[in-house]
């Protein structure tokens, strides 16, 4: 295909905006304004922002659509420019590498949405959580709202319409029997290393003790709670923007892979304390070995097509875990790698981490 022609549609037709906890001004976009670069798969992209109460930041995402408006489920990961967290002001731009996020699925009726999205704001570079009440923990990440290709499959494509916060790190036993009141893990010795011994059921009930905790502390707002990662959530957080097999590249030896994981070549067959490799490039640790981590779908097959928001099936009999574990293959640590447990299940490979987010 002539790759002058292949984008020569893609216009910037939709500004959505999000806001949630205390009210506040929206952020507008004004004069957007798309163009590919002649010759390449490149697309520069300009745009105003204008926002009265968020100096210190809104957050920009881009969606794509093939189909001339009518969904917005194309992957745009392969930004860089004024995309993120972006300071309010005239002549933002950025940079769109359409070729590869997108690679052999060019349409002229192409189009691009932009999303100014004020649940968060910074102030010196720290994020503010938007409720009226205290930020979570330090211990979590923001993982923004955005489109993947999911699984081995390219053909299956996600759109995560709303950002969550994730625990950087697996659960910790220190974590565990502060609010359950005791730590059923094998490897025990150290408070830091992840729970395990952990069914899917005493995961989730862990997450709704939590949330009760914490409502009746003031620290999250009541329509804000504590859950499992979905499985789609997991791998497009556990990806961090990446296409590749792990989140730090290809690694077809598993040469680099005991910089990110502990996993059957360098575990000694048992977990470590969280945090103790690498993280992925959105600063979550051990999302590749340590612990399986439970999700909250029922285990099923991934079909060709596009899907948003994304709950797996409504009923199974087995739960998807991720992420492999001390005693995982490099195989089960791939980013993509999904595998199943019977809920009630207790074993020293399976453990979690949470999620806030706001109530669907």
Request: glycine share 8%; with cysteine.
């Amino acid at each position: 295909m002539n790759k002058t022609l292949a984008l020569a549609a893609v216009v910037l037709t939709t500004v959505l905006f999000q806001t949630f906890g205390v009210a506040a001004a929206l952020p507008s976009i004004n004069n957007l304004v798309s163009v590919q670069r002649p010759g390449s798969y490149f697309v520069d992209v300009t745009y105003d922002l204008i926002d009265s109460d968020s100096p210190g930041g809104v957050v920009i995402y881009a969606v794509g659509c093939s189909t001339n408006g009518t969904d917005y489920i194309i992957p745009m990961n392969s930004l860089s420019g004024d995309i993120g967290v972006v300071t309010p002001g005239l002549g933002k731009k950025f940079v769109w590498n359409a070729w590869q996020d997108w690679a052999l699925h060019y349409s002229t009726n192409a189009r691009v949405r932009l999303i100014a999205d004020d649940v968060l704001s910074m102030t010196n570079n720290i994020v503010i959580f938007p409720t009226t009440n205290t930020p979570p923990p330090g211990n979590f990440v923001w993982i923004p709202s955005g489109s993947f290709s999911m699984g081995m499959n390219s053909n299956v494509f996600v759109f995560l319409t709303k950002g969550f916060w994730m625990g950087k790190f697996e659960v910790t036993q220190a974590e565990y029997q502060s609010v359950m009141s005791n730590n059923p893990s094998s490897f025990t010795g150290n408070p830091n290393r992840p729970v395990e011994m952990v069914s899917w059921n005493e995961a989730v009930q862990y997450c709704q003790t939590l949330t009760a905790r914490e409502r009746t502390a003031g620290r999250i707002d009541t329509n804000w709670a504590y859950r499992l990662p979905t499985d789609a959530e997991w791998e497009y957080a556990c990806r961090a923007g990446t296409t590749n097999t792990y989140s730090f590249g290809e690694d077809p030896m598993g040469y680099r892979l005991r910089n990110f994981a502990w996993y059957n070549a360098d575990s000694g067959n048992q977990t470590h304390e969280v945090g103790s490799r690498a993280p992925n490039h959105w600063g979550l640790y051990d999302m590749h070995g340590n612990v399986w981590e439970w999700c909250s779908d029922y285990y099923g097959s991934l079909s060709i097509g596009n899907y948003t928001d994304p709950q797996g099936p409504v009923s199974g009999s087995t739960i998807v875990v991720r992420g492999g574990c001390y005693g995982s293959t490099t195989n089960d640590c791939k980013s993509y790698y999904r595998t199943q447990d019977i809920k009630t299940n207790h074993t020293s490979c399976n453990g979690f981490r949470v999620v806030l987010a706001p109530l669907q």
